[in-house]
């Protein structure tokens, strides 16, 4: 997704937490498993951010949605 931040969540802190709060709208992007979710959880109820979009589906979802997708080069 292009501007975006690969972020995962056992490396999440508060400061990153903070720098979230003032970026607009955070999508998180899961694959089927609970690590979507769990991110979720912990930005809205332990970082108290509410510009958070799950989007359990992952990169397809948001493709099918109409967002864009950069491919990464090798």
Same mark, same amino acid.
Not at 13 to 35: E, I, K, M, N, W
Not at 39 to 62: F, I, P, Q
């Given at each position: 997704?292009?501007? @975006?931040?690969?972020?995962?969540? =056992?490396?999440?802190?508060? =400061? !990153? &937490?903070d720098r979230l =709060?003032? @970026?607009?709208? %955070?999508?998180?992007?899961?694959?089927? !498993?609970?690590?979507?979710?769990? &991110?979720? %959880?912990?930005?809205?109820? %332990?970082?108290?951010?509410e510009n958070v979009?799950?989007?359990?589906?992952?990169?397809a979802e948001w493709?099918?949605?109409?967002? !864009?997708?950069?491919?990464? =080069?090798?």
């Amino acid at each position: 997704i292009p501007g @975006s931040l690969n972020l995962p969540l =056992r490396e999440l802190t508060p =400061r !990153d &937490a903070d720098r979230l =709060r003032s @970026s607009g709208t %955070v999508v998180v992007l899961g694959t089927g !498993d609970h690590r979507g979710q769990q &991110a979720y %959880v912990r930005l809205t109820r %332990v970082y108290c951010l509410e510009n958070v979009l799950l989007m359990s589906g992952g990169v397809a979802e948001w493709a099918a949605a109409g967002g !864009d997708v950069v491919q990464r =080069r090798q």
